[in-house]
C-alpha cells in the first residue's frame, strides 16, 4: 500500500535508533492477573500464559500481507519459543505503546514498514522474555543461569535433568526484573528466521474462524447502507425516505454529509431501503470533468516548466548540443484499490467515548479524527484490529472517510446501538478513492554514438499528501515526494537530469496511495523509454541498464540474476502461426527494496496479449520468511497485470463509470503467468516486500511487446487494438 515510508529517508536510516522504543514504558505492566494464575507480559508486544500459549500483539494490520508471520517469527526466534504454542492478536489503538518507528509518534502500517520498523522491538521482546524466564529457572532451581539451556518452548537444566515450560514459569518470570540490555542470537544460529514456516493466520482463514469486520456481528448492531451522491462534492437537497422506512427491517434513515444513510437490521434489509430511497441531489459545487477532459489540461500543462523536483548539470545546454532527441508522452488512469473486502468497519457510541472495530491500518489518524466529531480525548475512542480482506492502500485513508461515515451515521440517528457500515462492491467503486490520474512527458539527448547525454521528465497529477497530516512533512517546496519517487531518485548515471512536476489542485477527485504509489506510474514510464532509447541506441537492454547502474551495486544484481535465471539473450520458443513472442526487463527500487524481472509476452494476431512467464529476483535485505516472500511477489505480479492488461477508472461528466468487477476485472487464473521468485542472500537491513514487487512488472511486459511488434504502449492499460499484426 504505501509510500509513508517516504516521510523522510532520514527517519528510516535513523530508525535503528529508537528500535527499543516500547519496550520498557510507565506504567506497563509486567503481570496480568488471569484468575488464580498470572500471565508474563515482559514488554506490550508478548504475553505468555499460565496455559503455555505465548502470544504476540501485533501492532501492525494484518490484511493479506503476511505481518503476523514475520513478527511472531521474529519474536519466537529470540525466545526460542516452538512455532505451534505462538499466536497473534492485533493490538489496539495506543500510539505511546505502538507507534510504528518510521512513522514519529504515530501508529499505523504502511509504505511497506512493518518488518523494518519492528525487527529490533520484537527481537528485543523475545530476548528480555527468554532472560527473565531464564532467571525465574535459575532461582527456582538453585542453579546457575549459563547453565539454564533454551528450545522449543522448554527450559532444561542439563546437570539436574530439571525441565519446564515456559507457561509453568510465566508467573515467577513475571516477578523479575526487566533486563536492562539483552544479548540478541548471531544470525548463524537462527532457526526460524529465514526458514519457512507456516502462517499464522491460514488456518483461520481456512474454516472460517477468521474474524474480519463483515463477521462481527454484536447484540442489537444495526447495519447501515448509504446513498452517496453520484458526483464528487455533491450534496443532498431532498430526500424521500417513506418507502425506504416501509421496507421490513428498515430501523431509521438520516442525512449525513456523505449522503443519505439507511439504518435496517440486517445487510440485505438496509440495501433494499437505499434501493427505495429518492433522493434529489445538488451538483452545483460537483466536480464534473472527464477523464479525457483532465487528461487535456494535463497535456497542457506538460508543455510548460513545472517546479523542479531533481536537477543536475546543464541540461538544457545538453539538450542544445544533442545529437537525437527521442521523446515520449505517458497516460496513466485513476485505479481503483477494489480489495477483496469493500469498506466497512463498526462503531458503537458507549458512555465515556466510542468503541471501533476495523480492519485498521491508520490508528492514529482515525481516533484523532473521530475523537474530534464527538468532543472527545483521542485515547476515548477504543479501537479493535481486526484482519483486512485487502487493502492495497485503501484502508490507510489520510481523511478517514468510511470511518467518519459510520461515526456520522451513529451521531445523526443518536443510537446507542453498534452500527456496522458496508460498503457494497459499487459503492467501493464509485464512491473513491482512486490512484491518481498521471500524464508523464520524458525526453532524453543522445549522442552520436546513442549514450545518453541529457533526460528531462515532467509529471502531472494530484498530490495525494496535499491537505492531509502529513503535507507538511512530504511536501517540500510544493513538490509532493509521493508524486515524482521512482522519478526524482532514477538511479541511471546521466550527466544532465531534470525532473518537474505540476501539481493540479482543481481537480476534485478523491485520491490516495495504491499499492508501490508513485512507483506505479514511474517505474512504467522510465523503464520502457529506457527501453527506447537502447533500442534506439541499438544495445542490449540489459547490458545499456549495467553500464548505467554502476554506483548502484544492489539494482545491478537483481538485474543480473532475473536476467541470468530468465535465460536473458536465449531464443524463445516460436509461437502459433500469428502469433509473435517477446521478452522485455525492468528494474526498480521502492520501499528501500530492489526487484527485476523478466516477462515473456506472445501477442496474438487481434492483439491480445498473453503473459507466459514472469521471472522476479528480490533484494529486500535478511529475508525474514523466504516463502512469504515469494508469496508476496506472486501476488504482486497478479495485482499489477490486473491493472497493466485491464484497470481503468473512468469519468464521465464527474461520474465514475464503473461498478464492479463485471467492468473493472481483475485478471483471472488463466491469464496468470508462471512466476519464478529468486531472493537476493543478504545481510542488509530487513526492508519491504508488500509492494516491490507491482513496479516493474508492467514495464516489463511491455517491454516484452515492444520486442515482439516493434510498438512501444504509452497508455495503460494495454490496448489490444493498438497491437493488431
Known amino acids: 500500500m504505501t509510500t509513508i515510508q517516504n516521510l523522510s529517508r532520514r527517519g528510516f536510516l535513523q530508525g535503528t535508533a529508537g528500535l527499543t522504543l516500547g519496550l520498557a514504558l510507565p506504567g506497563v505492566s509486567l503481570a496480568a492477573k488471569t484468575g488464580a494464575a498470572a500471565s508474563f507480559e515482559p514488554t506490550p508486544f508478548l504475553r505468555i500464559g499460565a496455559d503455555n500459549t505465548v502470544t504476540v500483539i501485533s501492532k501492525h494490520l494484518e490484511m493479506g500481507q503476511g505481518t503476523y508471520t514475520g513478527l511472531a517469527t521474529i519474536v519466537a526466534e529470540e525466545l526460542d519459543a516452538a512455532w505451534a504454542q505462538v499466536k497473534v492478536e492485533g493490538a489496539p489503538a495506543d500510539a505511546k505503546r505502538y507507534n510504528n518507528l518510521f512513522f514519529g509518534g504515530a501508529q499505523g502500517t504502511g509504505g511497506s514498514t512493518a518488518m523494518a520498523n519492528s525487527w529490533g522491538q520484537m527481537r528485543q521482546t523475545?530476548?528480555?522474555?527468554?532472560?527473565?524466564?531464564?532467571?525465574?529457572?535459575?532461582?527456582?532451581?538453585?542453579?546457575?543461569?549459563?547453565?539454564?539451556?533454551?528450545?522449543?518452548?522448554?527450559?532444561?537444566?542439563?546437570?539436574?535433568?530439571?525441565?519446564?515450560?515456559?507457561?509453568?514459569?510465566?508467573?515467577?518470570?513475571?516477578?523479575?526484573?526487566?533486563?536492562?540490555?539483552?544479548?540478541?542470537?548471531?544470525?548463524?544460529?537462527?532457526?526460524?528466521i529465514g526458514k519457512r514456516a507456516p502462517r499464522k493466520d491460514s488456518a483461520a482463514k481456512t474454516d472460517g474462524s477468521a474474524q474480519f469486520t463483515q463477521d462481527l456481528h454484536l447484540p442489537g448492531m444495526l447495519v447501515a447502507v448509504v446513498a452517496h451522491p453520484p458526483r464528487f462534492g455533491g450534496k443532498v437537497k431532498a430526500f424521500d425516505a417513506s418507502k425506504a422506512k416501509?421496507?421490513?427491517?428498515?430501523?431509521?434513515?438520516?442525512?449525513?454529509?456523505?449522503?443519505v444513510a439507511v439504518l435496517a437490521r440486517d445487510t440485505w434489509s438496509a440495501r433494499k431501503g437505499r434501493d427505495a430511497l429518492t433522493v434529489e441531489w445538488d451538483d452545483s459545487a460537483a466536480f464534473k470533468l472527464g477523464s479525457d477532459e483532465i487528461l487535456a489540461r494535463y497535456r497542457e500543462l506538460a508543455a510548460q516548466p513545472g517546479l523542479v523536483a531533481r536537477s543536475e548539470g546543464d541540461t538544457a545546454g545538453a539538450f542544445a548540443g544533442a545529437a537525437k532527441v527521442v521523446s515520449a508522452s505517458y497516460d496513466f488512469p485513476y485505479l481503483a484499490h477494489a480489495a477483496m473486502e469493500p469498506m466497512n468497519c463498526v462503531v458503537q457510541r458507549t458512555d465515556d467515548g466510542l468503541e471501533v472495530w476495523n480492519g485498521e491500518q491508520f490508528q492514529t489518524v482515525d481516533q484523532a479524527t473521530l475523537a474530534a466529531m464527538f468532543g472527545l480525548p483521542p485515547e476515548k475512542v477504543k479501537i479493535h484490529m481486526l484482519y483486512a480482506g485487502g487493502s492495497f492502500g485503501r484502508r490507510a485513508c489520510t481523511q478517514s472517510d468510511y470511518l467518519r461515515e459510520a461515526a456520522s451515521i451513529v451521531k445523526a440517528s443518536g443510537t446507542r446501538a453498534p452500527v456496522k457500515l458496508v460498503w457494497m462492491r459499487e459503492d467501493d467503486m464509485k464512491a473513491g478513492y482512486y490512484r491518481p490520474l498521471f500524464h508523464h512527458r520524458i525526453e532524453a539527448a543522445l549522442d552520436a554514438d546513442g549514450s545518453i547525454r541529457a533526460w528531462r521528465h515532467r509529471l502531472v497529477g494530484q498530490s495525494i499528501i496535499a491537505g492531509s497530516a502529513f503535507e507538511p512533512v512530504m511536501v517540500k517546496n510544493g513538490i509532493d515526494a509521493v508524486s515524482v519517487e521512482g522519478a526524482a531518485n532514477l538511479p541511471y548515471a546521466i550527466p544532465n537530469l531534470q525532473v518537474e512536476l505540476h501539481t493540479p489542485t482543481d481537480i476534485k477527485v478523491p485520491v490516495l496511495w495504491w499499492r508501490s504509489v508513485g512507483s506505479t506510474h514511474t517505474a512504467y514510464s522510465t523503464e520502457t523509454f529506457l527501453d527506447r532509447l537502447a533500442a534506439e541506441a541499438g544495445q542490449d537492454p540489459v547490458a545499456m541498464r549495467l553500464k548505467l547502474l554502476g554506483k548502484h551495486p544492489r539494482h545491478a544484481a537483481v538485474l543480473k540474476l532475473a536476467a541470468d535465471k530468465a535465460g536473458w539473450g536465449t531464443p524463445l520458443a516460436a509461437g502459433k502461426p500469428g502469433e509473435r513472442r517477446g521478452r522485455g526487463v525492468a528494474v526498480h527500487e521502492s520501499f528501500h527494496s530492489f526487484v527485476a524481472q523478466v516477462a515473456e509476452v506472445t501477442v496474438a494476431a487481434d492483439g491480445s496479449v498473453k503473459v507466459d512467464r514472469i521471472v522476479s529476483a528480490v533484494d529486500c535485505g535478511l529475508a525474514i520468511n523466504p516463502d512469504n516472500v515469494r508469496a508476496q511477489v506472486e501476488?504482486?505480479?497478479?495485482?499489477?497485470?490486473?491493472?497493466?492488461?485491464?484497470?481503468?477508472?473512468?469519468?464521465?461528466?464527474?461520474?465514475?463509470?464503473?461498478?464492479?468487477?463485471?467492468?473493472?476485472?481483475?485478471?483471472?487464473?488463466?491469464?496468470?503467468?508462471?512466476?519464478?521468485?529468486?531472493?537476493v542472500q543478504s545481510a542488509e537491513n530487513r526492508t519491504g516486500i508488500g509492494e516491490p514487487g507491482v513496479p516493474p512488472v508492467a514495464p516489463a511486459v511491455a517491454n516484452a511487446i515492444a520486442a515482439a511488434t516493434g510498438k512501444w504502449l504509452t497508455r495503460l492499460p494495454f490496448q489490444a487494438a493498438a497491437l493488431k499484426a
Request: aromatic share 4%; net charge negative; glycine share 10%.
Open 126 to 192: 523475545g530476548a528480555t522474555a527468554r532472560a527473565m524466564l531464564v532467571s525465574a529457572a535459575a532461582k527456582r532451581w538453585k542453579v546457575p543461569a549459563a547453565e539454564i539451556t533454551v528450545a522449543e518452548g522448554v527450559l532444561h537444566h542439563a546437570a539436574s535433568g530439571r525441565k519446564a515450560t515456559f507457561g509453568e514459569l510465566a508467573e515467577a518470570a513475571s516477578l523479575e526484573a526487566v533486563p536492562a540490555s539483552v544479548t540478541l542470537k548471531d544470525p548463524k544460529d537462527f532457526r526460524l
Open 246 to 259: 416501509a421496507v421490513k427491517g428498515v430501523v431509521d434513515v438520516v442525512a449525513v454529509p456523505a449522503g
Open 635 to 679: 501476488g504482486s505480479v497478479g495485482f499489477a497485470l490486473s491493472a497493466a492488461l485491464h484497470g481503468e477508472i473512468t469519468l464521465k461528466d464527474g461520474v465514475v463509470e464503473q461498478g464492479n468487477f463485471g467492468d473493472y476485472a481483475p485478471i483471472r487464473i488463466n491469464e496468470m503467468p508462471t512466476v519464478e521468485v529468486h531472493i
